[in-house]
Nanobody, 115 residues
Framework: QVQLVESGGGSVQTGGSLRLSCATS????????MGWYRQVPGNQRDLVASITRGGSTDYEISVKDRFTISRDNAKNTLNLQMNNLKPEDTAVYYC?????????WGQGTQVTVSS
């Protein structure tokens, strides 16, 4: 059974930084792709950043140059370094991984940015 567990969320002020981590129960080396999504109440879950098995990355335009996605195959962990945080980054952040064509999600971690 594939399990994803996020950590690292919290509350910061505008301009602060947080680092999210997503630990997986199996080797992420075999993941086709992985990504971070975020959701605010009443809205859909939106892609923030993604990374392929080969290391290619993609970012939502509002976080480009502020967020960095990375994967640590040795630790089976997906990370999201978030710098210069803004109030509009406030959301629940979810990790997603695609293994063998199936999508798996973590339980989410809250990020709150105050002005």
């Amino acid at each position: 059974q594939v399990q994803l567990v996020e950590s690292g969320g919290g509350s910061v002020q505008t301009g602060g930084s947080l680092r999210l981590s997503c630990a997986t129960s199996i080797s992420i080396f075999i993941a086709n792709s992985m990504g971070w999504y975020r959701q605010v109440p009443g809205n859909q879950r939106d892609l923030v950043a993604s990374i392929t098995r080969g290391g290619s990355t993609d970012y939502e335009i509002s976080v480009k140059d502020r967020f960095t996605i990375s994967r640590d195959n040795a630790k089976n962990t997906l990370n999201l370094q978030m710098n210069n945080l803004k109030p509009e980054d406030t959301a629940v952040y979810y990790c997603k991984a695609v293994f063998w064509g199936q999508q798996y999600w973590g339980q989410g971690t809250q990020v709150t940015v105050s002005s």
